[in-house]
């Protein structure tokens, strides 16, 4: 009975833990993706960033575009500065004349008014060079960009968060080639999450069950 209990137990948290935890379903964030910066940073000169506001990492922003947007820079000691952003012609594209006060080393993170904002995009030592952050979003949704379009960073060795399908309010666009270095969806990626925890709630109620029979079975 004992290796039956277990048994069930172990199938349980398999299924829970084989169930897509990077495909975020929904949710109002956004990836903010720098363009080619540039090659030197100095304190004390203002420098113009470009960068994109990627609703789920894949696409403009679907409603409130015209919200307010900008990028934030925070020393190692908590000190922060505000560069507000300016639209493109290209929608979801913006740019922000950034200047650093003082030597050191920055992290850049993103501003939004209604989005769930990006707070790693790239790392400034100042003087030195930009490094871009890896990306977390191991797989984007599909999205026909034009000529412009963003410069997306690498993915991070451990990225675990997927764009949500079908949720473009637009005409959908035809499907791009995924990136070799994204993660691939499985079979069975698409099963939703509440019949993965009712399966294993059943599970673990069928557990129980099988438990208290034994012991009255024993008890007698």
Do not use: C
């Amino acid at each position: 009975m004992k290796r039956i209990l277990v048994m069930l137990l172990t199938v349980t948290a398999a299924g829970l833990l084989a169930a897509p935890p990077a495909v975020a379903r929904a949710g109002g964030w956004a990836e903010t993706v720098l363009d080619a910066p540039p090659e030197r940073i100095e304190a004390g000169v203002t420098y113009t960033f470009g960068y994109w506001v990627l609703q789920h990492g894949s696409y403009p922003m679907q409603s409130g575009s015209d919200q307010p947007t900008g990028l934030r820079a925070t020393d190692e000691n908590g000190e922060e500065a505000l560069f507000p952003g300016t639209k493109s012609a290209t929608d979801g594209h913006y740019s922000a004349e950034v200047v650093f006060p003082h030597d050191g080393t920055w992290t850049i993170g993103s501003t939004l008014a209604q989005l769930m904002p990006d707070e790693d995009v790239a790392t400034v030592t100042v003087p030195g060079e930009v490094e871009i952050s890896p990306s977390d979003v191991a797989q984007r949704a599909p999205y026909e960009w034009g000529a412009v379009r963003p410069s997306f960073p690498p993915t991070a060795d451990d990225a675990s968060i997927g764009a949500p399908m079908g949720y473009l309010t637009t005409t959908p666009q035809p499907e791009v080639a995924p990136r070799s270095n994204a993660v691939t969806d499985e079979p069975g990626s698409d099963l939703p999450l509440w019949v993965v925890f009712l399966a294993g709630a059943a599970t673990l109620g069928l557990a129980g069950w099988l438990m208290l029979r034994h012991r009255r079975t024993n008890s007698r």
